[in-house]
């Protein structure tokens, strides 16, 4: 039942944004009473909790998605893809994730493991012009910069393509670009191979 009801809710959400998430309009999707809501959520603060929760579980879950190209770079761009696609396919539940989630610490880490897990690899490899916590930030500032214009553009393919691009001039930004990457390895594996 609990399921069902989160569905309904979300699907009002993104319809009628969280103004039109009533609990007398998500009883009547689900065709329950009040009181059945009431049980499971104990109230409209409380279903709004679950959805975020919801909302937020399906956005680690993309984030998760098997499939992610090898090169660090690349990997955070298919990753941007990703993220645009979630916010672009679901505004109001994204505006509630970022409103609701914005100033908790632990969901921001969380949403950016694997953002700092490619840019700590570009690190390793020697081609980040800066350090981790100033390349997440400003990915960070990017994603929150594009994703807030999500209401003012009508073509989701035109917020795409401004985020990508966006995302790529950053990333070319905060890196050396990838013939120098090259460089950069072979010399990582003479030094490795000089210290055996």
Request: glycine fraction near 6%.
């Amino acid at each position: 039942m609990e399921k069902s009801i989160l569905r309904a809710a979300m699907q009002l959400l993104e319809k009628h944004g969280p103004e039109g998430l009533t609990t007398r309009a998500v009883c009547d999707a689900v065709e329950i009473t009040a009181p059945t809501l009431y049980y499971h959520f104990g109230d409209k603060r409380g279903l709004l909790d679950a959805v975020v929760a919801e909302g937020f579980e399906d956005f680690l879950r993309m984030k998760r998605e098997p499939g992610e190209p090898q090169d660090p770079r690349e990997a955070l761009l298919a990753g941007w893809d990703r993220f645009l696609e979630f916010a672009s396919e679901k505004p109001q539940l994204y505006g509630l994730l970022v409103q609701r989630l914005g100033e908790n610490p632990a969901a921001i880490r969380m949403a950016m493991t694997s953002t700092e897990k490619n840019l700590e690899r570009l690190s390793e490899i020697g081609v980040l012009k800066v350090d981790v916590n100033f390349a997440r930030n400003a990915l960070l500032a990017v994603a929150l910069g594009v994703t807030s214009k999500t209401a003012h553009i009508a073509e989701q393919s035109d917020l795409k393509a401004m985020g990508r691009f966006l995302m790529k001039s950053t990333l070319d930004a905060l890196t050396v670009q990838k013939a120098a990457i090259r460089t950069n390895r072979s010399r990582s594996k003479t030094r490795r191979a000089a210290t055996r």
